[in-house]
């Protein structure tokens, strides 16, 4: 914390994993917006079943979310109804990928590795270029771009950073091509709903 507070670091963004909220481990901590993107068939090596790891997952917006702060999730999941009920009972401020009027994608399309989108934020029109593989990571752009706001950067300057970001790696990242040309994706897809995902978002980006 006193190496945060000496660059002068306002925001910190962190992964919840389920392993970490079941153990307590962040207890004490206590989050301005939480994001829910999804529940898979994941981690039930630990938790056992989905019932077990969706009730980890929502720990964190259930007890970690000071009073007054934002979840961010998408209102087309099946536990989008947990989450609505969470944030009504705890004074929460819920906003969903459709649910902001003032920021909407135009034009989705691909370019060979890149992505471009077309979007427009109150009477402004923009052009975003996005050198991510796979539709799935639009969705995680759209969640952070909103949770950014929440923090309260300019849209400007988080729209300027946006063609800059690269992929972590492991997940859908471009290692390479072959004699062919054949581009190499890689992807640590463990489960089966994410080797799905996987090669759905690759097939409909790539001939």
Sequence with gaps: LEKLFVKKIDNVI????SHGLKQNRLDGLKFNTGIFTNLS??????????????????????KLIKKGGNII???????????KKISLKNNLRLQTLNGNNNFKILSHTFN??????????KNTVRIINLNLIGRIQIKNILMAILAAQKSNIEL????????K???VEGRLEKIGSIKNKSKVILDYAHTPEALKTCLLNLREQFP
């Design 156 to 163: 400007k300057k988080i729209l300027s950073i946006l063609p």
């Design 73 to 83: 999730t998408d209102d087309e999941i099946k536990q989008f109804k947990n989450i």
């Design 41 to 62: 068939q994941d981690h039930l090596d630990y938790h056992l079943n989905l019932k077990n790891y969706l009730k980890a997952k929502l720990y964190l917006f259930e």
């Design 112 to 121: 060979e590795d890149k992505q471009i989108l077309k979007i427009k934020h």
């Design 14 to 17: 962190m992964e919840a994993s």
């Design 165 to 167: 970001i690269k992929s």
